[in-house]
């Protein structure tokens, strides 16, 4: 039986790495387009992270995976008509910007190496992989029009929560739209400003450890929807920090050091808040699995 096994492993192996080659080759273009991009765009840099996280992950599940390996013939057929649909929308590629376009030559890719690993290891192997093999759809480029309004969103999120917190330290500032005047200073709470790419990184974060250490479900959820206001709090915080002592002690703040290589600080804050949360959430779960232990021994009566 393990024999047998160890066998169609191999093959689904063999099969699987056939089958993201050929996909390789076909969108390799994107690829490197997305993965040169991830060195210079902040929109696309979290992306560096996300094939080498996912291929831990799934080596971490392996021993659980292979358990019950067998061919999905109809995931097989899907394949084709990934193909076959992928054919087709390449004639409207030229009427979407390039990033857009690029979001959906990276959303076939990635469709396409999840249904050749339920092809080549079945259903059974992917519902222990689901994690890690959607987690891959993290490497598509966030579409223009998602990208704008979150960028929009965090922009005014962090201009209403800084203009509070400078209003709470008694510090004098009036607001216009996303610019802060200040006792000779105007700060504007740019799109740059937004924390984008530190806010992309924490939600991957987020989803990572909520994978490892916490059961699926609601706190799960919960790990993921806090990531936003931690993430907005964190920008907030920076901005704050940075007007003040461009007002009180030097202007130069504004564009010295801890403005161009602060952020790991504030980040570090971020991730401390996030692991807490994480805790507190493992904390209150294993309350619970305890608290239904016993109620389950109460219930149990000698006969």
Request: hydrophobic fraction near 45%; charge should be positive; charged fraction near 25%.
């Given at each position: 039986m393990t024999r047998l096994r160890n066998s169609r492993v191999a093959r689904g192996n063999v099969c699987f790495a056939l089958l993201v080659l050929i996909s390789s080759v076909i969108f390799w273009r994107s690829l490197v387009v997305v993965f040169a991009a991830a060195f210079y765009n902040d929109q696309y840099s979290h992306i560096l992270l996300i094939p080498p996280v996912s291929m831990a992950l799934l080596y971490s599940?392996?021993?659980?995976?292979?358990?019950?390996?067998?061919?999905?013939?109809?995931?097989?057929?899907?394949?084709?008509l990934l193909v076959m649909a992928f054919a087709w929308v390449t004639r409207f590629l030229p009427f979407l910007s390039q990033n857009d376009a690029l979001s959906l030559r990276m959303a076939f890719f990635v469709s396409w190496v999840v249904m050749a690993f339920v092809f080549c290891f079945g259903i059974a192997a992917f519902r222990v992989a689901i994690f890690p093999l959607l987690f891959l759809l993290l490497m598509v480029p966030i579409p223009d029009f998602v990208l704008e309004w979150t960028v929009w969103l965090l922009q005014k999120s962090s201009t209403d929560m800084t203009y509070l917190l400078l209003k709470a330290a008694n510090v004098p500032v009036l607001r216009k739209d996303f610019v802060l005047s200040l006792p000779g200073i105007d700060i504007e709470v740019a799109k740059e400003c937004s924390g984008i790419r530190s806010s992309l990184i924490l939600f991957i974060v987020s989803l990572v450890l909520g994978h490892l250490f916490l059961q699926p479900g609601w706190r799960q959820v919960l790990l993921g929807l806090l990531v936003f206001p931690i993430a907005v709090a964190k920008n907030s915080l920076r901005i704050f920090t940075l007007s003040t002592l461009a007002v009180y002690v030097d202007p130069t703040f504004l564009y010295g050091n801890l403005h161009l290589h602060g952020g790991i600080v504030f980040f570090s804050v971020a991730l401390g808040v996030v692991i807490l949360v994480v805790w507190w959430l493992k904390k209150s779960e294993n309350n619970a699995s305890n608290q239904i232990n016993i109620t389950q021994a109460h219930d149990i009566r000698p006969l």
């Open positions: 599940e392996r021993p659980k995976m292979f358990r019950n390996v067998e061919y999905c013939f109809p995931a097989g057929l899907f394949l084709l």
